[in-house]
């Protein structure tokens, strides 16, 4: 049921209370015009959470991706979490993992026809970003995990909220797992639940939506996700192709993950597997030698028939370990996942967001200004851009 990952350390509570004032007050300082939030000529889509933890970032933002790469230019900017450099960094062909995160690292590789780019100063990435003489023709900017970056001002504010984690039912840090309080959420043009069984019911859905509570200006959104074929990580050949998640069902599966949710990944393929042998690490774990001898024991302590699946977060990191097994190195599986949008809602959806970029995109004939591009505060008076919001299309 929806919540159900939710636990609270009460005796923290004191500690969430101070968090809170804190949080508050930073908001305080934006909403009065202290701090400022800058807006931008070129159209932002940013796509975050107020959770600490995983709500599925990465499978929205690839399809925002692919719904938008064949008909526009499209960027995406990330800070490039646990990276190992500092900076603006625009990825290519010899980047690696470790440059830009493992993300953004997936992304590129997935997608290496966008603009993939790091900074962990979301405003100097947009400008250097626009700035650049390729970077005229970006037509849209999706931001990564940007909703608490509030110096930058999207046009689409995207929340997502894991419907195990609901933030209805959670409490602040270090209490629970909520970086803002609930009410932060006022802030989302768009709001989508995450990660939702696939046989809810319609009462489950109106339940969830009032209990939400949003405004009339507020839409919202389920998504769940779905999974790909599993494709070999080594040994690609006749023999060793891709495997439908159908066809585990007489396996051992030695499931690796490096995520922050794990539990739902193990929910949905436990169905499809004979067994699921759990090897949970932190979230963007960075795999030691420690921990390749521990993958190869767990491996080889499986009953065949078997193999090992991870995330594609996860192999960005692995892959590249020495000292995997032959044995797992054979059987290594990396399980792709996208999401779909349940409610016949995609249509809708789809429609809102490619109607907002063609409609304040730089490149549209509506846009006059030739020195548009250029980033203003968002409540300086004088030659402001028009402000571009999702709520007012």
Same mark, same amino acid.
């Given at each position: 049921m929806e919540g159900d990952l939710i636990t609270i350390n009460k005796s923290l509570r004191p500690l969430s209370r101070l968090y809170g004032w804190g949080v508050a007050f930073r908001n305080l300082l934006f909403d009065m015009?202290?701090?400022?939030?800058?807006?931008?000529?070129?159209?932002?889509?940013?796509?975050?959470?107020?959770?600490?933890?995983?709500?599925? %970032?990465?499978?929205?933002?690839?399809?925002?991706?692919?719904?938008?790469?064949?008909?526009?230019?499209?960027?995406?900017?990330?800070?490039?979490?646990?990276?190992k450099t500092t900076g603006f960094l625009l990825a290519d062909k010899n980047t690696t993992s470790r440059e830009i995160g493992d993300e953004p690292y997936q992304i590129y590789k997935k997608f290496?026809?966008?603009?993939?780019?790091?900074? !962990?100063?979301?405003?100097?990435?947009?400008?250097?970003?626009?700035?650049?003489?390729?970077?005229k023709d970006i037509d849209v900017i999706i931001l990564d995990d940007a909703f608490q970056h509030r110096y930058v %001002?999207?046009?689409?504010?995207?929340?997502?909220?894991?419907?195990h984690r609901l933030i209805i039912y959670d409490e602040l840090l270090p209490a629970g797992r909520l970086r803002e309080p609930v009410k932060s959420k006022n802030r989302a043009d768009i709001v989508i639940v995450t990660k939702c069984p696939t046989d809810l019911k319609p009462?489950?859905?109106?339940?969830?939506?009032?209990? =939400?509570? *949003?405004?009339?200006?507020?839409? *919202?959104?389920?998504?769940?996700?779905?999974?790909?074929? =599993?494709?070999?990580?080594?040994?690609?050949?006749?023999? /060793?192709?891709?495997?439908r998640i159908e066809a585990l069902s007489d396996e051992n599966v030695l499931l690796v993950t490096g995520i922050a949710s794990p539990e739902q990944m193990k929910l949905d393929l436990q169905p499809y597997a004979?067994?699921?042998?759990?090897?949970?690490?932190?979230?963007?774990?960075?795999?030691?030698?420690?921990?390749?001898?521990?993958?190869?024991?767990?491996?080889?302590a499986l009953s065949s028939p078997k193999l090992i699946v991870t995330t594609e977060k996860d192999v960005t990191r692995l892959k590249d370990m020495n000292g995997l097994s032959d044995e797992v190195r054979q059987q290594l599986y990396v399980l792709p996942i996208y999401i779909t949008l349940m !409610?016949? !809602?995609?249509?809708?959806? /789809?429609? +809102?967001?490619?109607?907002?970029?063609? %409609? +304040?995109?730089?490149?549209?004939?509506?846009?006059?200004?030739k020195d548009d591009h250029k980033a203003q505060d968002s409540d300086s008076s004088g030659d402001r851009p028009r402000t571009i919001s999702f709520r007012n299309n």
């Open positions: 015009g202290i701090l400022k939030s800058r807006s931008y000529s070129t159209p932002v889509i940013s796509v975050g959470n107020i959770t600490v933890g995983g709500t599925g %970032k990465t499978p929205h933002v690839e399809y925002l991706i692919r719904l938008l790469k064949g008909q526009m230019s499209v960027a995406m900017l990330s800070r490039g979490y646990k990276r290496p026809d966008i603009t993939v780019a790091v900074d !962990q100063k979301r405003t100097r990435g947009i400008e250097k970003l626009i700035g650049r003489e390729a970077g %001002k999207p046009g689409i504010n995207i929340l997502l909220v894991d419907y009462m489950d859905f109106r339940v969830i939506t009032k209990a =939400l509570n *949003l405004f009339p200006y507020q839409q *919202l959104y389920f998504s769940t996700h779905k999974y790909e074929s =599993l494709q070999p990580v080594f040994n690609r050949s006749d023999k /060793n192709i891709s495997k004979k067994r699921i042998e759990p090897l949970a690490f932190d979230d963007h774990h960075q795999f030691t030698a420690k921990d390749v001898a521990r993958i190869n024991e767990a491996f080889k !409610q016949d !809602q995609e249509e809708a959806f /789809n429609k +809102n967001i490619l109607g907002y970029v063609r %409609k +304040n995109s730089r490149n549209s004939i509506l846009v006059r200004d």
